[in-house]
């Protein structure tokens, strides 16, 4: 006898993690679909944030245009996601890394299995592992690109002590920008903007740590304030000086290349590739500033002709070129991971055409130009919110008692309802309603000393149930938030 049947039997789950007095418990938002995260991570998509304008106490020298000490208060920041040849252990990871467990084994620089962040997700065989980090690190002592302070300003700046350093770390910025895919935040009900962060105090919990400023909206694409638009492949190819207007800052074509694309001429990319000043090196040391001196004059009566800061200054007036993570330079130097990416977003000779270990030296093959949504317009209005997120030792207390991981990665969450300013737009979340050049700002300031933030991840959220705040009935508002309950026939 032979019998065939079939049994179909529901068995509803719940998360492993969720228990509610010993009971297995899902949430409605559990549901597939019910958020989307918008990925906010990637190097290329970032680029050199404009000066925030629209907070004259926080930076007041966003009020000044042409004018170099616009750019006094910009500091060092470097944004990259790590190379995965770094962690092979093979002959292409450089042998000063590969045989220094001090290097691998740092929280900093070493890879980040996918467990140790969420470890109670199941991953399938065709996921990966690991998670490639997007790191930033922040060191305000040290002078950001096209930043000629030497002096300082009354009001603005404090100047640079004698070995080059900036002086007053502490009113020092740095930051990054980048186009936003969402031209509708209220339409497209996002919530929230969350990233996971390894705790910047691991290693040191008594540093003071600082502010992390998000600013959502329209913001300026004008990174060197002079009314002019900066794009490389728009300067002639030959080196010369035909067809360009020139500023405080350096020189911009006068005419939009129809092309995104340098020249295809193999001598033409030394002159075009040259940062978002339009100088070469030789040009950026002859180039003449305040008082008809260039930065170097000026330098050298500061800290003198035979310190390692006028030395350094002489090879790089700007401060913005170029240096690939790999390569002979970087092996002799003993240089690890966090040095190695330290100037890997200059503008000035990053997309260079020769090879580091059969790899092209660079990180992009696209013109850099004060276009951030690439839409040959520069974008010179300011309508954003800001949201401050403190990053200091006692704001992550809550985050280490109540984390279920045994891991030092932080999970950070910053409603977009709850901006602690508003520039350019009223205070209604529903008139953040940019345009196609929508923005968002990452601004780190208030900080000593050195930071760095290891981001496992950062997205948008973007929910499909939308938080039901009053009700409506006989022409009468109802503040759900004091009702004690609701009829479920209504």
Not at 202 to 210: F, I, K, S
Not at 302 to 326: C, E
Not at 445 to 454: C, E, N, P, V
Request: hydrophobic share 30%.
């Amino acid at each position: 006898v032979t019998v065939t049947a079939e049994v179909a039997q529901l068995l509803p789950g719940s998360p492993r993690i969720i228990t509610i007095n010993g009971e297995p418990t899902t949430y409605i938002d559990d549901f597939e679909s019910s958020q989307t995260a918008i990925d906010l991570r990637g190097t290329i998509t970032w680029q050199l944030a404009s000066v925030p304008e629209g907070q004259p106490e926080r930076f007041p020298e966003a009020s000044l245009s042409n004018n170099w000490a616009s750019n006094y208060n910009r500091a060092r920041l470097s944004w990259y996601v790590i190379d995965n040849s770094f962690f092979t252990g093979t002959a292409i990871t450089p042998t000063n890394i590969r045989n220094n467990p001090a290097i691998t084994s740092d929280h900093r620089q070493r890879m980040v299995p996918f467990a140790e962040v969420f470890p109670n997700i199941t991953l399938d065989p065709s996921q990966a592992r690991n998670i490639n980090t997007f790191d930033l690190q922040f060191d305000p002592t040290e002078r950001g690109p096209y930043n000629y302070d030497v002096n300082g300003l009354s009001g603005i700046s404090a100047g640079l002590n004698p070995d080059g350093t900036l002086k007053n770390p502490r009113s020092r910025w740095g930051g990054i920008m980048r186009q936003l895919t969402i031209n509708n935040f209220e339409e497209q009900n996002i919530e929230f903007v969350q990233f996971w962060v390894m705790d910047p105090f691991l290693d040191n919990p008594t540093a003071p740590g600082g502010d992390v400023y998000l600013h959502l909206g329209n913001v300026s694409e004008d990174i060197l304030k002079d009314g002019m638009q900066s794009f490389e492949h728009g300067l002639p190819a030959d080196g010369t000086r035909l067809d360009v207007d020139s500023s405080m800052w350096g020189y911009a074509s006068k005419y939009q290349p129809v092309v995104d694309a340098f020249d295809n001429s193999p001598t033409s990319r030394p002159n075009q590739d040259v940062g978002v000043d339009g100088l070469r090196d030789e040009d950026e040391q002859r180039w003449l500033g305040p008082g008809s001196q260039t930065y170097l004059d000026r330098l050298q009566a500061v800290v003198g002709p035979g310190s390692p800061a006028y030395t350094a200054a002489q090879l790089d007036p700007a401060a913005d070129n170029f240096v690939y993570y790999r390569g002979a330079q970087q092996d002799q130097a003993d240089a690890d991971i966090l040095r190695r990416y330290r100037y890997f977003n200059n503008p000035d000779g990053n997309s260079r055409t020769d090879l580091v270990d059969g790899q092209p030296a660079m990180s992009t093959n696209m013109p850099d130009k004060e276009d951030v949504n690439r839409d040959a317009t520069l974008n010179r209005s300011e309508q954003y919110f800001s949201y401050r997120i403190s990053m200091r030792p006692e704001d992550l207390v809550v985050a280490r008692t109540t984390s279920q991981t045994s891991t030092r990665q932080r999970p950070t969450c910053c409603p977009t309802r709850r901006a602690s300013r508003c520039a350019g737009y009223s205070s209604k979340f529903r008139s953040l309603n940019p345009t196609n050049e929508s923005t968002v700002h990452k601004i780190f300031a208030r900080f000593a000393s050195h930071a760095g933030f290891f981001m496992a991840g950062s997205s948008q959220s973007s929910c499909a149930w939308r938080a039901l705040t009053s009700c409506a009935e006989n022409g009468a508002g109802t503040d759900l938030t004091s009702m004690r309950r609701v009829n479920s026939s209504r």
